[in-house]
């Protein structure tokens, strides 16, 4: 299976043991990571700047992951064309485009619930 892990997860992972640290190693053994540059420069923003570990470090943190590292690839946007350009929906529905509060509530009770009208 293809896993995509979270920064947060990545970091924990590297700055602490636990929980992330264990999936990280399953993961790593037993599927297949996926990552991606945004990913890579946010953690290495990351473990220097707020977890403060040494660069020898994080460069080897960094190295594994862009192993890791796949590239989004750019589609071309979809054509849709609509047969009819008036049977857009609008929005806010007509129904609430009327002022909710042109006339004094009213309530009327029933032994199941409040109707508001």
Known sequence: MRVFLDTNVIVAAFATRGLCADVFRVILAEHNLVTADPVIREVDAVLSKKIGLPRKTISEVLALLKKYRVA??????????????????????????????????????????????
């Open 72 to 117: 989004a690839q750019r589609r071309l946007p979809l054509e849709v064309s609509l047969r009819d350009p008036r049977t857009v929906p609008s929005w806010p529905p007509r129904s609430l485009q009327t002022p909710m509060c042109s006339s004094p509530a009213t309530t009327t009770s029933s032994p199941n619930a409040t109707v508001f009208r």
